[in-house]
């Protein structure tokens, strides 16, 4: 890990100057950085060491990956009966790595998948990570640099949406435990604390009015839910000069309880509030 460390200075001085890439030692420290994404043994953002801090974006390790696409040339790329024209390979070795990834799955090259993760037909993006036991179910998209933790489940057509630039901006983040219903939408660098369920259909962005509905006041967040959530689609009243239309929200509508933490159980966390999966 220190070696790879090391490349800090190298990458952000050929981000700033891409006629460094000429130079051997430079070309060398992005593919180094990108071996180590690969591994798994960097991440686009670390997670805190302690409860209630905050998680590090490393915008150094997200120059490498740009810099990497500027390196790569484009190429047909065969498996089996599947034909692909592009830059990034796909990862490869499934089975020494643990993972289960069930045709036409992919996952580019940069990106890490831990043992014991599923992926259904699905597609996961260079500079992911994903924990062990979390399940992309099919056609469900993880964008380039999004965190997702272990026992998250991810239901059909989800869309984690990727952010790669700037580079200091902050990934998707999807804590540990989470349940995603299905077409639900995660974009702009939204952050999921762990075990947060989500229904059916809800779109989070980073500017999505986030409202608990739980207390006797409302409370807005946006750009995160809080921990153990459970957040369905709503609605809120603007008022317009044409006249008075809903914009779409989400609502916290209550919190998980200790008898749904298992993942067989999500399901009836989602039925106690009514929430479509």
């Given at each position: 890990?220190?070696?790879i460390m090391a490349h800090r200075e190298t990458i952000s001085a050929a981000f700033e100057d891409r006629t460094l890439l000429a130079q051997p030692s430079y070309r060398e420290a992005v593919f180094s950085v990108l071996a180590a994404l690969d591994r798994g043994v960097l991440r686009?953002?670390?997670?805190?060491?302690?409860?209630?801090?905050?998680?590090?974006?490393?915008?150094?390790?997200?120059?490498?990956?740009?810099?990497?696409?500027?390196?790569?040339?484009?190429?047909?790329?065969?498996?089996?009966?599947?034909?692909?024209?592009?830059?990034?390979?796909?990862?490869?070795?499934?089975?020494?790595?643990?993972?289960?990834?069930?045709p036409p799955a992919t996952a580019r090259y940069g990106s890490f998948i831990e043992s014991g993760a599923v992926l259904m037909p699905s597609y996961v993006n260079i500079g992911a990570w994903i924990g062990g036991g979390t399940m992309v179910d099919t056609w469900a998209t993880v964008?380039?640099?999004?965190?997702?933790?272990?026992?998250?489940?991810?239901?059909?057509?989800?869309?984690?949406?990727?952010?790669?630039?700037?580079?200091?901006?902050?990934?998707?983040?999807?804590?540990?435990?989470?349940?995603?219903?299905?077409?639900?939408?995660?974009?702009?660098?939204?952050?999921?604390?762990?075990?947060?369920?989500?229904?059916?259909?809800?779109?989070?962005?980073?500017?999505?009015?986030?409202?608990?509905?739980?207390?006797?006041?409302?409370?807005?967040?946006?750009?995160?839910?809080?921990?153990?959530?459970?957040?369905?689609?709503?609605?809120?009243?603007?008022?317009?000069?044409?006249?008075?239309?809903?914009?779409?929200?989400?609502?916290?509508?209550?919190?998980?309880?200790?008898?749904?933490?298992?993942?067989?159980?999500?399901?009836?966390?989602?039925?106690?509030?009514?929430?479509?999966?």
């Amino acid at each position: 890990m220190h070696d790879i460390m090391a490349h800090r200075e190298t990458i952000s001085a050929a981000f700033e100057d891409r006629t460094l890439l000429a130079q051997p030692s430079y070309r060398e420290a992005v593919f180094s950085v990108l071996a180590a994404l690969d591994r798994g043994v960097l991440r686009v953002a670390s997670p805190p060491e302690s409860e209630g801090e905050a998680w590090t974006v490393h915008p150094w390790v997200k120059q490498a990956i740009l810099l990497y696409f500027s390196l790569q040339e484009i190429q047909t790329i065969e498996l089996g009966p599947f034909e692909f024209f592009d830059k990034i390979p796909l990862k490869r070795g499934w089975a020494a790595a643990g993972v289960r990834c069930i045709p036409p799955a992919t996952a580019r090259y940069g990106s890490f998948i831990e043992s014991g993760a599923v992926l259904m037909p699905s597609y996961v993006n260079i500079g992911a990570w994903i924990g062990g036991g979390t399940m992309v179910d099919t056609w469900a998209t993880v964008g380039s640099c999004a965190q997702v933790g272990r026992h998250v489940h991810i239901s059909g057509g989800v869309g984690i949406g990727g952010v790669l630039e700037p580079p200091g901006m902050a990934p998707v983040i999807i804590e540990d435990g989470c349940f995603i219903g299905s077409r639900a939408i995660i974009v702009e660098g939204v952050h999921l604390e762990r075990e947060v369920v989500l229904g059916a259909n809800v779109t989070l962005t980073a500017s999505t009015p986030i409202i608990d509905v739980t207390g006797p006041t409302p409370v807005t967040y946006k750009g995160r839910v809080p921990a153990r959530s459970v957040v369905v689609p709503g609605t809120r009243p603007r008022s317009f000069p044409s006249g008075d239309y809903q914009l779409a929200c989400a609502l916290i509508i209550g919190q998980r309880k200790a008898s749904t933490d298992q993942r067989t159980s999500l399901n009836e966390a989602l039925r106690d509030f009514s929430v479509p999966v």
